[in-house]
């Protein structure tokens, strides 16, 4: 029951995250109130980032439910290298925010 439970709460929100990033994507590109705006590319770029980390999360969570164990352990590589794929997005996603915040105080800022 908590698999089936894990499964379907975690398939809802990726769909959910997809639909959301997505429209986010569209938004900004087609509309042309946001073609010349930083920011805009920022969000497309998140967003960008977001999807893949999205289906790889939940490609991880998948065949961790269905084999009662996490696969990934057999192999030295492939442990590894879940770690560094998982740590790498939310990183490049986290520094998006991070230099959106900071061009949004240089664009705003009187002294620069």
């Known amino acids: 029951l908590t698999e089936r439970y894990t499964l379907i709460s975690t398939a809802v929100i990726v769909f959910m995250g997809l639909i959301g990033n997505v429209l986010i ?4 590109k087609k509309l042309k109130i946001f073609r010349n705006n930083q920011c805009a590319f920022y969000f497309i770029f998140e967003s960008g980032v977001n999807i893949p980390l999205l289906i790889y999360n939940f490609i991880l969570r998948l065949i961790t439910v269905r084999h009662g164990f ?8 492939w442990c ?21 915040a900071f061009d949004q105080f240089l664009a705003t800022s009187y002294c620069v």
């Open 25 to 28: 994507i569209l938004v900004f």
């Open 70 to 77: 996490n696969i990934w352990y057999l192999s030295p590589i």
């Open 80 to 100: 590894k290298l879940r770690i560094i794929i998982g740590q790498t997005l939310v990183l490049v996603l986290f520094s998006t925010i991070c230099f959106t």
